[in-house]
């Protein structure tokens, strides 16, 4: 990409979703990590504006030798599709099933484990509890092995990967979307289902880290606690099972908060930094050649 911009006389932008190389090293294996982190760097200095999509991967790109005034944070986002779905009655009678749904990949960073642990306690205090787990990934062996040995396993229902289009249908059988991050050293994620939950109306129990607590309020738009805190995830579902008001509450906040990331918005910001960009590039070579 640097290679083919020079070449041809254009800016290089760079978008950077995650520290690849270290997350690399820490989930999976890096074979050559001294190359791959100096072919980081490399791209990071050479690049005329990099796209992240929050401000903890602003900082680790800067770090790296990106300079701040190429930086742009645009976050992850919705499609308007989202705010059409349909939802789950507030008034529904708190002696039946409520849903608890998880939107997403089932990854070690994803707190899978702290669902599990929370779930269990759940259960245990009321069997009208069910949950629902929209995604795969490598840590669905633990949940089926959860589902398998728990007392009531027709509970829990996994959906393996769905189609992107598919997802508000499944959206519309929760009664809250949770978002159980760990404590994570770093956490640098722009959160996908949390603005999908807060633009269906879903309300919200999340840990109170990175983006998350950047956009969402504790008690206003959403119901946070410290990250991997199983004791507060219980409670607060707890809550929200028990008041009906507040769940509406939360997610007609939340949605109000979801309408200024939806995808077209998003896009528009990014084109406008790529024709910025190309604006500069066109008036620094014009000088060189004065």
């Avoid at 707190?111 to 779930?119: H, K």
């Avoid at 959206?171 to 633009?199: C, H, N, Q, R, W």
């Avoid at 607590?213 to 008690?219: F, K, Q, Y």
Wanted: aromatic share 8%; net charge positive; hydrophobic share 45%.
């Amino acid at each position: 990409g640097l290679r083919f911009a020079r070449r041809h006389r254009i800016p290089f932008l760079l978008e950077v979703n995650a520290p690849l190389a270290a997350q690399q090293e820490a989930y999976r294996r890096l074979s050559n990590a001294a190359t791959a982190h100096a072919l980081e760097r490399i791209l990071l200095r050479r690049a005329d504006r990099v796209i992240v999509p929050s401000n903890v991967l602003a900082a680790y790109v800067r770090d790296r030798g990106c300079p701040a005034r190429r930086v742009r944070v645009i976050p992850c986002g919705v499609r308007r599709e989202f705010f059409d779905c349909d939802v789950r009655p507030d008034d529904a009678p708190t002696d039946g099933d409520f849903v608890i749904g998880f939107l997403g990949s089932l990854k070690p960073w994803h707190g899978v484990e702290t669902l599990v642990a929370a779930f269990g306690r759940l259960l245990a205090l009321h069997p009208g509890y069910r949950l629902l787990v929209v995604g795969d990934g490598p840590l669905r062996g633990l949940l089926e092995r959860f589902a398998r040995e728990c007392p009531l396993p027709d509970r829990v229902t996994i959906t393996g990967a769905v189609a992107h289009e598919a997802v508000p249908r499944y959206l519309a059988e929760m009664d809250v979307g949770v978002a159980p991050y760990p404590d994570l050293p770093t956490f640098y994620f722009s959160p996908l289902k949390i603005f999908e939950y807060a633009a269906a109306r879903v309300p919200i129990v999340a840990s109170a880290v990175g983006q998350i607590a950047e956009i969402l309020v504790h008690r206003k738009s959403a119901l946070l606690h410290p990250p991997g805190n199983v004791e507060e995830m219980v409670k607060h579902i707890e809550r929200l099972r028990a008041n009906p008001e507040l769940r509406t509450r939360l997610a007609r906040r939340a949605r109000r908060i979801a309408k200024a990331f939806t995808w077209d918005r998003l896009a528009a910001r990014v084109l406008a930094v790529a024709e910025t960009a190309c604006r500069r590039y066109a008036a620094t070579l014009e000088r060189r050649l004065d």
